[in-house]
């Protein structure tokens, strides 16, 4: 594509056309105490089963009643705990954790004596199904090869040891020479014995058969159990470990592949990698392919997204690949030891097969628990229900000599920033911001940040040690506030973990051993800045009820709906009812006071006179329900402090359940009550629950995990209402005052709105709706030029024209 040219819908569609998927149901085939794939639904359809073996019966205890062979073949299926033979329903786990064996339930009076599956018979059996799998995953990674080849530098497998990188891995090999691509083994020093093992045996198996292939293997720059002290052990809400032991240690590699070639800047890659759909709710929302996921300038592609277990291990069966032996212990998922994603099941597998791995773990937990965690059993209980991988702040981690902390002075113009016990050199820093000296001994140095063409003066002093420093700013606005607060954070916190060493364009940022920043190199992205909250990952992890780490004051007024969402019932009567009068409405008191909170803050009520805002007369008229939630969801952002704080704080592919976003909303609003969260907590899952938000938009899918206890599951969404993804483009230029943007803009962490932060549009998904856009109004104009991907908003334009013209 030329230069500058503008992009068409219809250029785009043909660009990103790629191979489609073909999926099969299962059912069971008592014959061959084996499965069946089936192109179509049928009454005996089955959710996909996992092969069973000998030593997962083993240890459980199953030999103490049932005979079978210690034979490599699988002698059962099991879907979930619920174990199958020859298609019926014969036993159940229940239960089981870290310190405690599951209970198993015999559904049958019945000795067995367990044949094994008939593999072959059940292979030949798949055939078909099995060829046309493959085959379409082959196609699908030779289209996609083929059409990025020419503008990569590197094209890798990312192979884990697990059942799934071994089948990507395997269809790589049978598509691509070995010299097209590179294998790259990502040791997060956390795996298990059964993992080398299997990593170890595949690099040989793989050099024999290709021996120009290159493998590789690549770690943390620490162990892992050092980064869980330095950082705490990972959460749900805090995994900090993917990014650090697997993310950073995989950029290296490539980066210093490329400089091994005599070549500079940063390489792009595409990574083939075995992630799949039916894994996790948060995969579920994973697109085929996608742009700068894990690392920047890289394309995934996951050529069996869309596959289940059943056929994963039919293909290895198959093709005679010896599955790594955690599966035949009976784990479904092969990772680290100890994960804040794996289940109690998953941890009973571990502590029995390595139990002083295991241990080792569980004393570090212990070790960084809070001091309240006193007594034995307590903390047993505590590691055993898993409360540890909820939490969502530092308060359970052992208090440290480190803080920052900030003083406005606005009677003297000044703004400061001090910094205690800080592992960096805040001057290195600060370079990123374009520092000027003006003056510099051991204990000063006076000097200006030139940002966004406002020069401001600082000072900077070291106080007491060369590990305290106190920065002073003059005339600071909130811009450069923001900026300093992530830079003190970061100058405090840094443990050298190379996050964001990985996240700069330009190769100007080194962080281990040592902060070096290239002055010559730096660009002033910001993009180190603000990868992370807070700036700084060891600060997002070890954030304490905002006791000494500093970042942007969050709105405090969350208690503001009486515990009432925004109903579904109430937003379409008020949108359906022409004369809509709340005084005149069945609502109760307090129903009234939310439901006019509400409506102010969606944009769609004059609060004054309470009458309809014009964007309500227009929705009322032209849109239908999902183009007006999905407005007024863009607008209670901008003016919802409850809406805000869950649409900032909770990272799309978060599955949490109630106590987990309390726990957050405690960390972020330490001066609110208990019962004020609560309420603000009860009108989020209303809103959700009973709105398109939460199912179709998939903002937050809200469900029972037990009777008394809800999750929510924040995926997200590549298909919102084109009106909605124009509309909050409109909304985030308004806020930043500007109308042009490259794409690359709205996916940076630091951009209030847009179409990725409140719906998580993917950059695939987004440019075709804003083409289609484009094509239908003069609102926007989406261009190439230079090789990047450029937005322009008409400025000139009422949005809301812009609105009726796309409706």
């Known amino acids: 594509m030329r230069l500058g040219a503008i992009l068409t819908l219809k250029g785009y569609q043909t660009c990103m056309a790629i191979a489609g998927e073909v999926m099969y149901r299962v059912r069971w085939d008592p014959e061959t105490n084996g499965v069946l794939l089936s192109e ?20 459980l205890g199953f030999n103490n009643f049932w005979k079978y062979r210690k034979t490599e073949k699988p002698l059962l299926w099991a879907v979930g705990r619920r174990y199958y033979y020859q298609g019926n329903l014969v036993a159940e786990a229940k239960g089981g954790n870290i310190f405690e064996r599951p209970e198993i339930n015999l559904l049958t009076k019945d000795v067995l004596a367990l044949e094994p599956v008939d ?37 890798a497998v990312s192979f884990s040891g697990g059942k799934d990188s071994q089948v990507v891995l395997d269809l790589v090999s049978r598509v691509l020479s070995p010299g097209d691509y590179i294998v790259v083994f990502s040791d997060t020093t956390m795996e298990l014995p059964d993992t080398y093992w299997t990593v170890s045996q595949t690099e040989l198996l793989m050099r024999r058969k290709y021996p120009e292939i290159r493998f590789y293997t690549v770690q943390p720059t620490k162990d892992a159990l050092l980064l869980w002290r330095d950082f705490g052990p990972p959460s749900r809400v805090h995994r900090w470990c993917c990014t650090v032991t697997k993310t950073v240690p995989f950029d290296k590699l490539i980066r210093s592949l490329h ?40 394309i995934n592609a996951r050529p069996i997204i869309d596959w289940n277990q059943t ?93 920052v902390r900030d003083i406005f002075q606005p009677e003297k113009g000044l703004y400061e920033l001090e910094m205690f016990d800080a592992n960096e050199n805040l001057i290195e820093w600060l370079k990123v911001l374009g520092l000027h000296y003006r003056q510099v001994t051991d204990s000063l140095v006076l000097g200006e940040l030139a940002v966004g063409g406002t020069t401001y003066n600082v000072k900077i002093e070291k106080k007491h040690t060369p590990k305290n420093f106190r920065l002073s700013v003059s005339f600071a606005d909130e811009r450069i506030v923001r900026h300093l607060r992530r830079i003190a954070n970061k100058t405090t916190y840094c443990v050298h973990c190379e996050a964001c060493e990985v996240q700069c364009p330009t190769g100007a940022l080194q962080t281990f051993p040592r ?128 809406i805000e704080w869950y649409t900032d704080r909770i990272p799309f592919g978060s599955v949490l359940q109630r106590e987990d976003l309390m726990s957050q909303l405690r960390s972020d609003f330490p001066a609110s009550s208990d019962r004020t969260l609560q309420n603000a907590l009860t009108s989020l899952f209303q809103t959700l629950e009973d709105t398109p938000l939460g199912a179709q938009l998939k903002l937050g899918i809200v469900q029972k995990s037990s009777v008394r206890t809800k999750t929510i599951s924040k995926i997200g969404t590549d298909n919102p209402p084109t009106v909605a993804v124009v509309y909050s483009l409109f909304s985030l230029a308004k806020h930043l005052g500007r109308y042009d943007f490259t794409i690359a803009d709205l996916y940076k962490p630091e951009v209030k709105g847009g179409p ?52």
């Not at 179509?40 to 240890?59: G, N, Y």
């Not at 208690?559 to 019932?569: H, K, M, N, S």
């Not at 484009?774 to 937005?791: A, D, H, I, P, S």
């Open 40 to 59: 179509f639904s049928t009454d005996d359809e089955i959710t996909p089963p996992r092969p069973v073996f000998h030593e997962e019966l083993d240890l």
């Open 119 to 155: 593999v072959d018979t059940m292979i030949q059996r798949n055939r078909k199904a099995l060829l046309a799998l493959e085959n379409e995953a082959m196609e699908y990674i030779t289209k996609v090869y083929e059409k990025y080849t020419k503008h990569v530098e590197y094209t």
């Open 259 to 298: 400089v091994e070639q005599g070549h500079s800047g940063v390489p792009r890659m595409l990574v083939f990698e075995g992630s799949r759909r039916e894994e996790s709710k948060t995969r579920s929302g994973y697109s085929r392919a996608a742009m700068s996921v894990k690392h920047i300038h890289s």
């Open 311 to 403: 056929e994963v291990m039919l293909y290895l069966m198959t093709r005679g690949i010896q599955i790594n032996p955690l599966y035949r212990s009976g784990a479904t998922r092969v990772g680290c030891t100890i994960c804040p994603f794996a289940t109690g099941w998953s941890e009973f597998i571990i502590g029995q097969r390595f139990p002083q791995i295991a241990k080792r773990y569980v004393r570090t937990i212990q070790s960084t628990l809070a001091k309240e965690v006193k007594e034995l059993k307590d903390m047993q209980t505590y590691i055993k229900e898993g409360q540890w991988k909820t939490r969502s702040g530092g308060n359970i981690l052992k208090e440290t000599n480190q803080t």
């Open 515 to 642: 902060v070096q920043v290239d002055t010559n190199k730096c660009i002033s992205c910001l993009n180190c800045l603000y990868v992370f909250d807070q700036g700084c990952l060891l600060a997002k992890s070890i954030k304490r009820n905002g006791e000494g780490v500093v970042d942007l004051p969050v709105h405090q007024n969350l208690d503001r709906y009486r515990t009432f969402g925004l109903r579904r019932e109430w937003l379409n009567m008020f949108l359906s009812q022409e004369n809509f009068s709340l005084k005149d409405s069945t609502l109760g008191p307090k129903q009234k006071e939310s439901l006019k909170r509400w409506l102010t803050e969606g944009g769609l009520l004059n609060p004054s006179n309470n009458t309809p805002t014009h964007l309500a007369e227009i929705l009322r008229e032209r849109a239908d329900e999902l183009d007006s939630w999905s407005i007024v969801w863009v607008n209670l952002y901008y003016s919802s402090p409850l």
């Open 756 to 807: 990725y932060r409140l719906f998580g549009v993917s950059k695939d998904a987004l440019i075709p709706k804003l083409v289609a856009a484009q094509e239908k109004t003069n609102c926007l104009r989406v261009e190439f030029t230079k090789g990047l991907q450029n937005l322009h908003l008409d400025g000139n334009l009422d949005p809301l024209k812009c609105l009726e013209m796309l409706l």
